[in-house]
């Protein structure tokens, strides 16, 4: 059973910095597409980023570029969103999804089989 698991969330001042991971269980990131979501109140959610797992093709949304970048390890079987510079319209709730139907990376929350449980990110101004 495929489990795809994110921590790292939390509290932070505007400015600060944190570290997403999605970590999978019963599943490998190798040759896979993973991608992270985030949705915040009474919004729809959006695409952050994605990443190819095999040769690291990586997309980051324009919103967070220079600020949020995308990683893997796979040896660990765990992708990372690193977010710095963090603003208080970055809080949301921050989903990762792997395994797309079609081609990576992609921003099109349909394409991806399956979810994680999300990780909550709040920035205070």
């Known amino acids: 059973q495929v489990q795809l698991v994110e921590s790292g969330g939390g509290s932070v001042q505007a400015g600060g910095s944190l570290r997403l991971s999605c970590a999978a269980s019963?599943?490998?990131?190798?040759?896979?597409?993973v991608g992270w979501f985030r949705q915040a109140p009474g919004k729809e959610r959006e695409a952050v980023a994605s990443?190819?797992?095999?040769?690291?093709?990586?997309y980051v949304a324009g919103s967070v570029r220079g600020r949020f970048t995308i990683s893997r390890d796979n040896a660990k079987n765990t992708v990372y969103l690193q977010m710095t510079s963090l603003k208080p319209e970055d809080t949301a709730m921050y989903y990762c999804?792997?395994?797309?139907?079609?081609?990576?990376?992609?921003?099109?929350?349909?394409?991806?089989?399956?979810w994680g449980q999300g990780t909550q990110v709040t920035v205070s101004s």
């Open positions: 999804a792997a395994d797309s139907r079609g081609g990576c990376p992609t921003i099109s929350e349909y394409d991806y089989k399956n």
């Open positions: 019963g599943y490998t990131y190798s040759r896979k597409c």
């Open positions: 990443i190819y797992t095999s040769n690291s093709s990586v």
